[in-house]
């Protein structure tokens, strides 16, 4: 089993930045999959950015790239979510989430393992 808990969300103004973190218990192979993904109220859950543990090659939506940046620390079991240049589009709750057997890094079924989710609120 895998345990995954979200820190680090909170309210920020439109223009400002805020760090996610992802604490990771029990196994982690180098050969999984870490995702961050999103859902707003009445919207789907919305993938948004992902890393290979092993390799710490990465992905992003469109909607993302160039404002967020995904990283690993192996060493504290950790994955991170920096976010800048935040807009109030970028309001909902973040998901930490694992795919061990490295399928389809787009779709919310591949990975196995979820967290609790926390919150992040951009104000205009």
């Known amino acids: 089993q895998v345990q995954l808990v979200e820190s680090g969300g909170g309210l920020v103004q439109a223009g400002g930045s805020l760090r996610l973190s992802c604490a990771v218990s029990?196994?982690?192979?180098?050969?999984?999959?870490m995702g961050w993904f999103r859902q707003a109220p009445g919207k789907e859950r919305e993938f948004v950015a992902a890393i290979s543990w092993g390799s710490g090659s990465t992905w992003y939506a469109d909607s993302v790239k160039g404002r967020f940046t995904i990283s690993r620390d192996s060493a504290k079991n950790t994955v991170y979510l920096q976010m800048n240049s935040l807009k109030p589009e970028d309001t909902a709750a973040y998901y930490c989430a694992a795919n061990p057997k490295n399928r389809l890094l787009l779709r919310t079924p591949s990975y196995e393992y979820w967290g609790q989710g926390t919150q992040v609120t951009v104000s205009s």
């Open positions: 029990g196994r982690t192979f180098s050969t999984y999959i």
